[in-house]
């Protein structure tokens, strides 16, 4: 039996922000959407205003200001040095405004009383597909949204994707293994919730 790769899920933080780049930048093929995205569209903050975001030139400047305000959250996955995975987990009632919100779910998210976390898009290195990285990355979002205090995560995978790509909110399978619930719809998604504590003070 093959053994697992043992990898080191790491918060993203600005001293990682080369990382972060460098990740989308080669890390991703350039005929793959994720390539250069910067994951931009998806942060703890209304970003519909944000102009010239179609350039990727825009969307790292906008991405490394998100980074440094601490706007934008997730975590990298790395074997050795090097990043193979990113996963977006960002507060949900920040981020129900921001423009991947609106995109993958159709309409702004109406906020909660209790306090979540969204888990919005997964990035995969190539050669790391099917190894189980993004139920790593999954496990620490968990893990971590629960000390911090969260009562739930919430997740968005695609009604339809058609390959690995397009799947970039992450397969319903990631979020049924890992114990999440459906808890809506909409023409392009579904909601699924996985309780985990009590919610924050």
Known sequence: MEQKE???????????LGDFTDFF??????????????CAAFCG??????TGM???????????????EGTMRGYLAYSGDRVV?????????ASRKCF????????ELPETEEQGLSVFCFEIAPE????????????????????????FVEAYPARKAEGETENYTGPLALYEKAGFTQTGETENCL???????????
């Open 100 to 107: 991947g919100a609106r995109f993958i779910i159709g309409s």
């Open 54 to 68: 179609e350039k990727p030139e825009a969307r790292k400047e906008a991405a490394v200001r998100y980074i440094g």
């Open 128 to 151: 790391m597909r099917g190894k189980h990285v993004a139920s790593d990355l999954l496990d620490r979002v968990l893990a971590d949204a629960a000390e911090e205090g969260y009562a």
């Open 85 to 93: 995975g990113w996963c977006s987990a960002n507060d949900r009632n």
């Open 45 to 50: 903050k209304d970003n519909c205003s944000e």
């Open 25 to 38: 930048e080669t890390g991703i093929p350039e005929t793959e959407w994720g390539h250069r995205c910067y």
């Open 191 to 201: 909601i699924l919730q996985k309780k985990i504590g009590s919610g924050r003070d």
């Open 6 to 16: 043992k990898l080191r899920i790491l918060p993203l933080s600005p001293e990682r």
